[in-house]
């Protein structure tokens, strides 16, 4: 079974930073692409980033292109989601997801989440 917790959400004001972390069990982890998810009160779950095993390739939601940088430490099983410049509307849970196929962008292609975590973000 693999487990993924996030970590390092938190309060911050408009225009600041904050850098989510999210660490996998097992020793499959550099074998996946992983993604970050958010959802908001009131919303549907919504794609926030992805990236490849290797970390050759990224991919962001067009919300947050620019703004948001995820990366990866595969020694570490761990992948980040860097987050600057944020606003308030950047405020919801933040979940990881492991990709086990299909595209990207869809929530349903990722089998395994975390237990998420919160980032608010005050005007």
């Known amino acids: 079974q693999v487990q993924l917790v996030e970590s390092g959400g938190g309060l911050v004001q408009a225009g600041g930073s904050l850098r989510l972390s999210c660490a996998a069990s097992?020793?499959?982890?550099?074998?996946?692409?992983m993604g970050w998810f958010r959802q908001a009160p009131g919303k549907e779950r919504e794609f926030v980033a992805a990236i490849r095993r290797n970390g050759g390739n990224t991919y962001y939601a067009d919300s947050v292109k620019g703004r948001f940088t995820i990366s990866r430490d595969n020694a570490k099983n761990t992948v980040y989601l860097q987050m600057n410049s944020l606003k308030p509307e950047d405020t919801a849970v933040y979940y990881c997801?492991?990709?086990?196929?299909?595209?990207?962008?869809?929530?349903?292609?990722?089998?395994?989440w975390g237990q998420g975590t919160q980032v608010t973000v005050s005007s």
């Open positions: 997801a492991r990709h086990y196929g299909g595209s990207y962008y869809l929530e349903t292609s990722y089998e395994y």
């Open positions: 097992g020793r499959t982890f550099s074998s996946y692409a």
